[in-house]
């Protein structure tokens, strides 16, 4: 376009142009075409970047939960729950960034070369040679400067990934945590920690700011050395000359201001994409089917037969636990020596279909570990095993899914209401259903937080007892968190009744009057089995072993069945009949949806959190971008004032003069430029930082049976991880660029208007339009960008329950079934976020549309009204028609990417609406002139609920402790 726009001038100057074209009108027609193209390609290519960048987004993300069902205790020990975190919700968006980003820094020096080859053709080689320079010493520091952006991120991440972790166990743990008063030394340790991650996130924005204003101005500087060198060779330039050279530099602009983004990005992308190969690298199981590790006795027939176990001298181990003792997510039921992996060693064990066997041992004999050693979790160094059939598995720490109870019993299979109805009488879950609001279709809480250990242990046990197809049962110590009476119920019913034709190995850790029932006991000692045998054989060995509890008292338990057959005739939800059954009670709340534009309250709100006041903060950052802009106006103006001053060879002033004038405007305007950017970037630091203390101490302050009961944390965890770094990261970016692209757009339009009052005013309608069309756009963009940040939560809830529960998915073989349901909230969340950034390319084309019909009417204008404006105005109109469209539509984009950042705000401030609980210290309840003297507790006719809106659960309790 930098041809077309000096044949233009050249028409207007009644000069011989290079295209030799003598028809201005023609010339305005072909500018008006070539930049329709070009915009219109720009586009395109744009869109179907955003489009694989979704698809390899999406790919990343079921990949990285693909790979989380597989993972080894050794890699599970190296990637805690809180780091596979941090890969889905950071560090895939980082990758994305790169893709859609990252072209630029190969587009960016093609423009930057194409600029220079048109100096050299249109000024003189040496000023090309010396542009060539400037541009090569400009790429390098400028790859210097990426190189510690990504030093800089890798720095931060482990820092992020420790808060992280921090705020989910202290979330994961909430009633721990307030049981020990420990809000005030998490909000501490935390705090400390984000301290920190503010430190590092200032040094990485400082690189980002230094590239970005060092490339920002690389046009200002290759304009003023390609003058340099031109004065020198040539003694002067013209009017023509200097307006040309602004349109050649312009061919570079676009490029050279996307640059330090599309650096910042990959460089980003670079260290997520390292962590996430790391990830995807690491050791997995050695296989699902234990088939793979086994040498088939051929003569044994009956080891062959379903539900059949043999373990012939094989050895087990976990992986080495880290040097400094810090197990991060391997739980085992034993202490270790530090840097030395427990195993199990010379285990020879032969369990025959449909027996049952009890294991036994004291703590850290490793009985737990035998199981995990038959399900494939632990390492095989030695010997071999032939496990014959399905396991259904139930782990000694029960697992929940947030999920309605009849769903965590049926677990994604067929429904038999026949066989549910027997498995709940088994499993003693009859009475508790009567109890619940809604029966079965009553939904249960993150980790079962609205039911009891008890009751927890008992819909483990029911869902091992509904998987039908299971020829194994793998029970871990299932009993010792019910009462002895349930316990004993559970036995008989659920082991010795509707399981009895199962293999069953089940380990006790106490009601040892139940081994006598037993076909085999094992007993467990340092990993080896002591003894093997029937009741008197291990009894005779182990005489603490004997049954000295007596027997469940039976009237209690024909007492506890009166009482379940009574509830189920009175309360029984028939399971078959859909229509019939009562609506269950939705425990957990749907997350809250603000519609309609990001309220001035919230940026208010933001710039308030600064610690300085939101008015202060918009004059403070209006007069930094108003003087830098300005200066940098200043020096095109000065450039082509100069060349008009060559005119005239008695001028008072001197080359010299206007080049040392020049080159200061150009050296304030740089300095201007980075200390604007850096304010901006410490002011919105601070706010991020005193709202994520704030808003964290208030989430620990919040009560556990209206918030935490009813909030999933991986709710909460989105916020603090995937908002927070939106508010860190990415908003004191997006404000910098917004800010510089709304100040270029004014200084540009006051440039037009001073240049000729009709072209000014020429920009008012575009300028209406532009606006109406981002307003348009944004009511719907801004509730897409809500929705796809409420469809995260599902991905992020699904992966940390499956982190959770990966050893139960793995025992039933579900891992494609929960693969799907991970598919689809994947599918889901992508399906908002490419409408998203397809909705940025609606808008992009009908912004440079618009951009197209400036152009076309100010150039039209310029041939109508031929040498009526003079070079020096109609150049400046012609060249700021080019520079002000682009600006204003990108203005605008800026304006809708800012205000869609800012959801991640107006999210995170949602925490200030949550209810908080009373402060203990200042509680009437609490006589603090006895304390700590006495530890006494009165309940004085004491009522409870555990929510507003339920029943009564204590109702008049008088009692002193």
């Known amino acids: 376009m930098s041809f077309l726009v000096e044949a233009i001038l050249d028409y207007i100057n009644d000069r011989e142009n290079v295209f030799g074209i003598q028809n201005g009108y023609v010339l305005v027609v072909m500018l008006s075409f070539v930049a329709f193209v070009s915009m219109m390609s720009f586009n395109f290519a744009w869109f179907i970047s955003s489009r694989i960048g979704v698809n390899m987004r999406s790919l990343l993300l079921d990949a990285v939960y693909r790979k989380s069902l597989r993972l080894s205790s050794e890699a599970r020990q190296k990637f805690s729950s809180g780091e596979i975190m941090t890969l889905v919700s950071v560090d895939i968006d980082r990758i994305f960034n790169g893709m859609m980003n990252g072209p630029w820094v190969l587009l960016a020096p093609i423009g930057f070369t194409v600029t220079v080859v048109l100096i050299g053709i249109l000024f003189d080689p040496f000023a090309a040679v010396a542009g060539l320079v400037l541009l090569t010493v400009v ?397 008197a054989d291990v009894v005779s060995r182990f005489p603490e072993l004997s049954s000295t509890a007596t027997s469940a008292n039976r009237d209690e338990i024909n007492e506890r069945e009166q009482h379940v057959a009574t509830a189920i005739e009175e309360r029984h939800i028939d399971s078959s009949d859909e229509n019939n059954a009562k609506a269950y009670d939705q425990l957990v709340e749907k997350e809250d949806r603000v519609k309609g534009k990001v309220t001035g309250y919230i940026y208010k709100t933001y710039l308030d959190e600064t610690g300085f006041g939101a008015f202060a903060v918009v004059i403070i950052v209006i007069a930094g971008y108003s003087v830098s802009q300005g200066l940098l106006v200043l020096v095109n103006w000065w450039q082509a004032y100069w060349a008009e001053n060559m005119r005239y060879p008695d001028s008072s002033y001197s080359t010299t003069w206007f080049g040392l004038w020049y080159f200061g405007f150009i050296a304030f305007g740089a300095v201007a430029t980075v200390c604007r950017s850096v304010t901006v970037m410490l002011l919105l630091l601070r706010s991020s930082k005193n709202l994520h203390d704030e808003l964290f101490r208030r989430v620990l302050a919040a009560p556990v049976n209206s918030y935490f009961d009813v909030t999933p944390v991986g709710r909460i965890l989105n916020r603090f991880s995937n908002d927070l770094d939106q508010m860190d990261s990415l908003l004191p970016q997006q404000w910098q660029n917004f800010v510089q692209n709304i100040s270029l757009s004014a200084g540009g339009f006051i440039v037009c208007a001073l240049a000729s009052y009709w072209i000014g005013l020429s920009y008012v309608p575009v300028i209406a339009a532009l606006v109406v069309t981002g307003i348009y756009f944004k009511k719907t963009s801004r509730e897409v960008k809500r929705l796809e940040g409420i469809s995260r939560t599902p991905v992020y809830n699904l992966l940390g329950e499956t982190l959770n529960g990966v050893q139960t998915i793995r025992a039933f073989k579900m891992q494609s079934t929960f693969e799907e349901m991970n598919a689809h909230a994947v599918d889901e969340n992508a399906s908002f976020f490419f409408i998203y950034w397809a909705a940025g390319r609606w808008l992009a084309v009908r912004l440079d549309t618009l951009s197209v019909v400036v152009i076309f009417v100010v150039s039209l204008y310029l041939v109508a009204t031929k040498g009526q404006l003079g070079t020096l105005l109609s150049g400046i109109s012609l060249v700021y028609a080019l520079m002000l469209t682009s600006m204003v539509q990108s203005s605008v984009r800026d304006v809708d990417r800012t205000d869609n950042a800012m959801t991640s705000v107006e999210r995170i401030l949602h925490f200030r609406e949550i209810p908080q609980e009373e402060d203990w210290t200042d509680s009437p309840s609490i006589n603090k002139t006895l304390w700590p003297s006495r530890g006494a507790i009165t309940f004085d006719n004491l009522h409870l609920k555990y929510r507003p809106e339920l029943p009564l659960v204590l109702r008049g309790v008088n009692m002193s402790i």
């Open 139 to 535: 790429l390098a520091i400028s790859f210097n400067l990426a190189k510690s952006i990504g030093r800089a991120r890798r720095e931060l991440l482990p820092v992020t990934e420790e808060r992280l972790r921090v705020t989910s166990e202290a979330l994961q743990g909430i009633r721990v945590t307030k049981f020990y008063d420990w809000n005030e030394s998490v909000a501490t340790r935390v705090e400390k920690i984000r301290r920190e991650e503010v430190r590092r996130y200032r040094r990485f924005h400082i690189f980002q700011i230094l590239n970005s204003a060092l490339l920002f101005l690389t046009p200002t500087f290759l304009a003023g050395v390609t003058i340099a060198v031109y004065v020198v060779y040539h003694g002067s330039f013209s009017v023509i000359q200097a307006f040309t050279l602004i349109a050649v530099i312009n061919v570079s602009r676009q490029g050279v201001n996307a640059f330090p983004l599309g650096i910042a990005d990959l460089s980003q992308s670079a260290v997520a994409c390292h962590r996430i190969d790391e990830f995807l690298g690491s050791s997995e199981l050695e296989s699902d089917d234990m088939v793979s590790q086994i040498l088939k006795r051929p003569n044994d027939t009956q080891s062959s037969a379903r539900g059949s176990i043999v373990v012939e001298n094989a050895q087990f181990c976990w992986s080495a636990p880290p040097g400094n003792g810090e197990n991060k997510d391997v739980n085992v039921d034993f202490d270790v020596e530090v840097g030395k992996a427990f195993q199990l060693e010379g285990i020879n064990l032969e369990i025959d279909p449909g027996s049952l066997v009890l294991v036994v041992g004291t703590v850290g004999s490793g009985k737990s570990s035998l199981l995990q050693a038959l399900l494939g979790e632990m390492r095989m160094t030695a010997g071999r095993i032939n496990i014959q059939g399905q396991i259904a598995y139930v782990s000694q720490e029960a697992w929940i899914r947030n999920a309605t109870l009849r769903d965590n019993i049926v677990f994604e299979g067929d429904f038999n209401s026949e066989r549910y109805d027997e498995i709940l009488k088994a499993s003693q879950l009859s009475l508790d259903l009567a109890a619940l609001p809604s029966g079965d279709r009553t939904e249960i809480g993150e980790r079962g937080i609205n039911l009891s250990g008890g009751q927890k242990a008992r819909v483990s046990v029911a869902r091992a007892l509904y998987r039908e197809c299971s020829d194994i049962l793998l029970l871990d110590d299932p009993l010792s968190a019910v009462d002895p009476h349930v316990a004993h119920a559970i036995f008989e019913q659920c082991i010795l009744g509707l399981a009895k034709h199962k293999t069953r190995v089940m380990v006790v850790n106490s009601h040892y009057d139940l081994l006598v029932h037993a076909d085999k006991i094992v007993v467990l000692q340092n990993g080896r089995v002591a003894c093997e045998g029937d009741y």
